[in-house]
Nanobody, 127 residues
Framework: QLQLVESGGGLVQLGGSLRLTCAASTFPLDHYFVAWFRQAPGKEREGVACISKQGQGTNIVDSVKGRFTISRDDAKNTVHLQMNSLKPEDTGVYFC????????????????????WGEGTLVTVSS
């Protein structure tokens, strides 16, 4: 079973930056598309960004477009979420998730489409 571990969360001030890392173990990530989700207290989990196999396609939710970027390094079995110009509304637990696929250029930010999940890393943005 694919195991995912997130890191890089923390406390940051308004306008600051963080880089989250999703590291996979037990299996190579290159057969999976990967997505980042977040969940604020009292709210549903929402998709933030995803990246297809080999990074041929990405999808970024409108609320973070232009501030967040997603990338992957299959040689290191990692996926990164670079978060810039952070706002208090970006606060939440950030999860990475992966789904095995045969398709290149496809990814999803729907939680129901994902099989493998990490346990999350907390991001807090103070004003």
């Amino acid at each position: 079973q694919l195991q995912l571990v997130e890191s890089g969360g923390g406390l940051v001030q308004l306008g600051g930056s963080l880089r989250l890392t999703c590291a996979a173990s037990t299996f190579p990530l290159d057969h999976y598309f990967v997505a980042w989700f977040r969940q604020a207290p009292g709210k549903e989990r929402e998709g933030v960004a995803c990246i297809s196999k080999q990074g041929q396609g990405t999808n970024i939710v409108d609320s973070v477009k232009g501030r967040f970027t997603i990338s992957r390094d299959d040689a290191k079995n990692t996926v990164h979420l670079q978060m810039n110009s952070l706002k208090p509304e970006d606060t939440g637990v950030y999860f990475c998730a992966a789904e095995r696929t045969s398709f290149y250029g496809y990814c999803s930010i729907q939680p129901g489409d994902m099989t493998y999940w990490g346990e999350g890393t907390l991001v807090t943005v103070s004003s």
